[in-house]
């Protein structure tokens, strides 16, 4: 922990004393102001990118901080990613590799118990199935027990990461469910006269007239090429892809929630649901505030609600706190989450920022586990 503070303090002054004798020209007082912004910008950024060590920092959110027991809580909120190179610098959402070690590192003397907080319309299935997976080993490895308390929305990928709590208490007004698996978007351009736009808005002129050729090896080499259709042989392939992607999600929810594959396949759907709804339909076990909830999680560790505390894991992206604030998401149709109003946390008023995750927006058609429109994700109009 020294070691890696001392690196990051001193790589964080050096870059903010060079900063400041280059602006003195600027004058002496804004320079100093300036360097003491980009020292703690630097520094804070190297620190937290320095190989992790011990317990992460944490901040009681609930109960009396001198409280003998204590639960571990780790939001999950916003677009469920796998690490930082899914997305940009800046990113808001939640990492699911990170999320999965820091539980991995959790000991049975560390904490009486885990929850998940969950608001999340889902993302890739690899980062929400790194949570699940920690989650079971966890349980496993401590005996502990962990609930997934829900606000707002816990949506495709949150159902994935969250399926195998012990129990799922669901806020008032939220959503729960949406298994299910999606590819693409896929553009079709068709009697293509012109590509324009500039460099923030792209565009194409479809009336005929322009070709576009790749020249590649290997059969389906430019799948997704935008200027052809898809062939019935890449349809095939792809959705087969999807089905494979599609059963797991489905055999874990079933197995770990106890509902017949069948039900979920064919009745259920990827629909989402209320509260009541999801509860009936074993999606979630009880709807509860949050204080009725939190003590909820303490009883089902068998301990004292009274003498509990709920320590929230907090981030160690710095920047992204400091420039972006929480993760934020939008609900299908653009609609701000159930439990938000206007566009901010119903828990603590801090103003909420859009995630934009790159893996979600550029690049060829990845499998997600999602729910919405990704044009409020990614900022397309």
Known sequence: MGGAFRRGFGLGAGASLGAGLVLTVFGIVGSLLFGLVVAGL?????????????????????????????????????????????????????????????????????????????????????????????????????????????????????????????????????????????????????DVTALQGTLLSPGVEAQGGITQEYLTQGKGKDFGNPFRDMTPEERKVMTEGLQ?????????????????????????GAYVYGPKEAIANGLADQMMGRDEGFRRAAEINGLDPDNTRVDRVQSDDFLTLLLGGK???????????????????????????????????????????????LASVCGAD
């Open 42 to 190: 630097i520094g804070a950024a190297v620190s937290a990118g320095a190989p992790s060590t011990g317990q992460p920092t944490t901040t009681t959110v609930w109960g009396n901080p001198d409280a003998d027991k204590r639960l571990i809580s780790f939001e999950v909120t916003g677009v469920i990613l796998g690490d930082s190179s899914d997305g940009g610098a800046f990113v808001a959402g939640t990492y699911g590799y990170k999320v999965a070690e820091q539980i991995d590192n959790l000991e049975a003397s560390d904490a009486d118990g885990l929850i998940l907080e969950m608001n999340t319309p889902g993302g890739t299935i690899y980062g929400s199935r790194a949570i699940a997976d920690a989650v079971e080993r966890y349980q496993k490895r401590t005996g502990r027990k962990v609930m997934a308390y829900v606000r707002g929305m816990s949506a495709s990928g949150g159902m994935y990461a969250m399926a195998g709590a012990d129990e799922i208490v669901v806020d008032y007004g939220t959503l729960v469910g949406s298994i299910g698996v999606i590819m693409g978007p896929f553009e079709r351009y068709r």
């Open 244 to 268: 494979s992607e599609y059963t797991q999600f489905v055999d874990w929810v079933s197995a770990k929630r106890g509902i017949p594959a069948d039900t979920i396949r064919n009745t259920l």
């Open 327 to 373: 993760a934020g998401q939008q609900s299908q149709g653009g609609q701000g989450t159930a439990g938000a109003k206007n566009g901010t946390s119903p828990d603590d008023g801090t103003q909420a920022s859009s995630a934009r995750p790159g893996v979600l927006c550029t690049g060829g058609p990845i499998v997600l586990a999602f729910r919405g429109d």
